[in-house]
């Protein structure tokens, strides 16, 4: 291969690369910058002035900032885990060779092609605490009706729920096909062996799979950790600050509280956060030699 066949490959990648760095590299460093700037009221003509690192010790000194990071954890502590294992064990249902199997794949992956914010005005509408039709069931079988969304104990497991259904769908996708470069020839081998079900799931499904799992908690973490519309569209962070995540925080600051600066120090804690998070469970998550 010549010098300049070398430099083919390159080429193919110089577009995803440009857009890469257009679209989420810069903004990435433009935003870190914006941090350290704040906006001078006492100039008359709001101009930024550096302030080093004065946004943060604000931020870290705030306990709404605290509030808000606290929820967005609990928030992934529940919803990560609960996509992950849900979507392994549906993708293993729907792995098996049955007659009509491919309806009750489609029904599983109908959540997929309903966008977030339709899915997630839907759900506002089941879970109304007035004319809601989980109330209407509820109600039917003798229970009283819950605010569901209204509740400051119930709001965020309600996200939770909505999330779940939304997500479970497209992570199924993943690990299904997954399952589905698993050789059966290792299952059989095993079942002449001897080895019961949860053994073969446990000592080839697991093993084969700790790729696809990787790259589903990776992504579902990144996913779940920047959600913002649910919240934006049924609650505003509420009630009683319940479900007031991060990024709904940073919206808040930066196009309600016109403060920039506070909402890009939120966000630039909140990407070093994750980064460091996404990091770390690539490292648990590596395939060993």
Do not use: C, H
């Not at 100039?43 to 605290?66: I, Q």
């Not at 799992?213 to 009683?240: D, E, R």
């Amino acid at each position: 291969m010549t010098r300049r066949e070398r430099w083919i490959p390159y080429l193919f990648l110089l577009p995803a690369f440009a857009g890469l760095l257009l679209f989420q590299l810069i903004p990435i460093v433009f935003g870190l910058g914006r941090s350290l700037y704040g906006i001078n009221f006492a100039s008359g003509a709001g101009l930024l002035e550096f302030v080093g690192l004065k946004n943060f010790r604000d931020l870290f000194s705030d306990p709404v900032f605290w509030n808000a990071f606290k929820v967005t954890l609990v928030f992934n502590l529940f919803v990560n885990p609960i996509q992950v294992v849900l979507a392994l064990g549906i993708a293993v249902l729907l792995n098996v060779k049955l007659s009509g199997i491919g309806f009750f794949r489609t029904l599983f992956y109908m959540p997929i092609g309903v966008s977030l914010t339709i899915t997630t005005v839907i759900w506002g509408l089941l879970l109304d605490r007035d004319s809601g039709m989980v109330n209407g069931i509820l109600n039917a079988l003798g229970i009283q009706s819950q605010a569901f969304l209204q509740s400051p104990g119930q709001a965020l497991p309600s996200l939770i729920l909505l999330l779940s259904w939304k997500g479970v769908a497209f992570w199924t996708l993943v690990l299904l096909a997954g399952l589905q470069s698993v050789s059966p020839t290792l299952y059989e081998a095993a079942e002449v062996d001897g080895a019961s079900g949860w053994q073969r799931f446990w000592r080839i499904t697991l093993p084969l799979m700790r790729r696809p799992l990787a790259y589903v908690l990776i992504s579902a973490t990144v996913s779940n950790f920047l959600l913002f519309g649910p919240v934006q569209i049924l609650t505003k962070g509420g009630p009683q600050g319940s479900t007031s995540v991060l990024m709904y925080e940073a919206f808040r600051s930066g196009f309600i509280g016109i403060d920039m600066g506070r909402a890009t120090a939120i966000t630039s804690v909140l990407f070093v956060f994750v980064a460091a998070l996404v990091a770390l469970q690539s490292w648990i998550l590596r395939e060993k030699n």
